[in-house]
């Protein structure tokens, strides 16, 4: 079935650094993709989306492109912050219902 | 516009007792979804409501079930608890359903002892 595969963490970082998490996926036909953040003792937010290929989600400094190419959704950010400390996980919706299935998550530390 | 609000936050039950839990999604939303957060599983779906009606489930025994009201709120319902049921049990709601972005509300951690 669908399915998402992200890198495993943790990942720490100095503050400033260049931040990639890679995100490969595996779907029939073409399902929408997330990345969502999970700070200590929350839910989940919604970071930014993608719906179809080579578009690029953007929010806070992180950006995703939708690759369909290589089945990948990677997050990068330029700069990271200590504020950027949390959870974070890919996600997909298949493209025929409302199931979304996430990647096991990737804990990033910021230290400043 | 409020978002999606879970109740209660946090619940400590005992082996075999059944529990509610409750979740008011989006204004204007009508598909909620469940999800159970655990660390050896991650997020695993539960299953999906649209107009009253179930739409999807996930791999979960039949001891986990819901419902959805007229207004779409939701509530999920686990009976005669086991240790593994302790998680976090987050609700997410959209607007319409299929490849609509899912708004998640804080959750309810369940704790069985």
């Known amino acids: 079935g669908d399915s998402v595969t992200q890198m495993e963490g943790p990942v720490t970082l100095s503050e400033e650094a260049f931040l990639t998490i890679n995100c490969t996926y595996t779907a029939t036909g073409y399902p929408s993709l997330f990345w969502y953040v999970q700070y200590p003792g929350e839910g989940l937010q919604l970071l930014l989306k993608a719906t179809k290929a080579d578009d690029k989600g953007s929010n806070k400094g992180f950006e995703a492109t939708y690759r369909k190419e290589t089945t990948s959704f990677h997050l990068e950010k330029g700069s990271v912050q200590v504020s950027d400390s949390a959870v974070y996980f890919c996600a997909l919706i298949p493209n025929n219902n409302n199931d979304m299935r996430f990647g096991a998550g990737t804990r990033l530390t910021v230290k400043p | 516009k409020a978002g999606v609000t879970q109740t209660p936050r946090y619940l400590i039950k005992t082996r075999g007792q059944q529990v509610t839990l409750s979740c008011s999604p989006i204004?204007?939303?009508?598909?909620v979804s469940w999800y159970q957060q655990t660390p050896g599983q991650g997020l695993q779906f539960l299953f999906e409501?649209?107009?009253?009606?179930?739409?999807n489930k996930g791999n979960f025994p039949g001891r986990f079930s819901g419902r959805q009201f007229s207004n779409s709120r939701s509530e999920m319902n686990v009976s005669t608890l086991e240790l593994g049921d302790s998680a976090l049990y987050l609700c997410a709601s959209s607007r319409d359903r299929a490849e609509e972005t899912q708004y998640f509300g804080p959750g309810t951690r369940l704790l069985v002892l």
């Open positions: 204004s204007g939303h009508r598909s």
């Open positions: 409501y649209f107009s009253e009606t179930q739409r």
